[in-house]
T-cell receptor, first 109, second 114 residues
Framework: GQNIDQPTEMTATEGAIVQINCTYQTSGFNGLFWYQQHAGEAPTFLSYNVLDGLEEKGRFSSFLSRSKGYSYLLLKELQMKDSASYLCAVRDSNYQLIWGAGTKLIIKP | DAMVIQNPRYQVTQFGKPVTLSCSQTLNHNVMYWYQQKSSQAPKLLFHYYDKDFNNEADTPDNFQSRRPNTSFCFLDIRSPGLGDAAMYLC?????????????FGAGSRLTVL
């Protein structure tokens, strides 16, 4: 079966750095996405990786290793507004999007 | 601004009383999706339209139906809501030929079943 694994919850301090990991087992691979979802709101797109390596976008970076079935989202200079769930999703060989359950990130002052 | 709009944002219904949720988009995307999301769970795809072509997920209950009368609008009908159907329903759109094919979500419709 197809599976996306990410930690259920993480806690970090304002101003610090946090890394949220995602591992996947899917039928083929056609890209990996990270979405941010604040409580009670819709997911919003953060990043897309289809080739190995690091994609940097301001305070957020996303890394992909296809051979390891692994990605991480790195958040720097954490702000209170970064408290949210972070969803990892992989597009498989049939172009179906397989979603993880999300990692709830709690930021403390 | 181009966007995806869902109505209503909050819907309360009684057990077994039909509900219709609506979604409209100004992005002119050719694909529209309906997802169900329960608390702390991954979004679950119910169905999607590629233009007018309807694609039903194998495990979507018959209780859920959808209509897409034109490019801009899509509806989700829940014929006889049960307590287990209480969830956030998310509409999303994408441009299938755009490479990354990123999904743009509406704000969601939260359904409560009494």
């Amino acid at each position: 079966g197809q599976n996306i694994d990410q930690p259920t919850e993480m806690t970090a301090t304002e101003g610090a750095i946090v890394q949220i990991n995602c591992t996947y087992q899917t039928s083929g691979f056609n890209g990996l996405f990270w979405y941010q979802q604040h409580a009670g709101e819709a997911p919003t797109f953060l990043s897309y990786n289809v080739l190995d390596g690091l994609e940097e976008k301001g305070r957020f970076s996303s890394f992909l290793s296809r051979s390891k079935g692994y990605s991480y989202l790195l958040l720097k200079e954490l702000q209170m507004k970064d408290s949210a769930s972070y969803l990892c999703a992989v597009r498989d060989s049939n172009y179906q999007l397989i979603w993880g359950a999300g990692t709830k990130l709690i930021i403390k002052p | 601004d181009a966007m995806v709009i869902q109505n209503p944002r909050y819907q309360v219904t009684q057990f077994g009383k039909p509900v219709t949720l609506s979604c409209s988009q100004t992005l002119n995307h050719n694909v529209m999706y309906w997802y169900q999301q329960k608390s702390s769970q991954a979004p679950k795809l119910l169905f999607h339209y590629y233009d007018k072509d309807f694609n039903n997920e194998a495990d979507t209950p018959d209780n859920f139906q959808s209509r897409r009368p034109n490019t801009s609008f899509c509806f989700l009908d829940i014929r006889s809501p049960g307590l287990g159907d209480a969830a956030m329903y998310l509409c999303a759109t994408s441009e299938a030929d755009s490479g990354a094919n990123v999904l743009t979500f509406g704000a969601g419709s939260r359904l409560t079943v009494l």
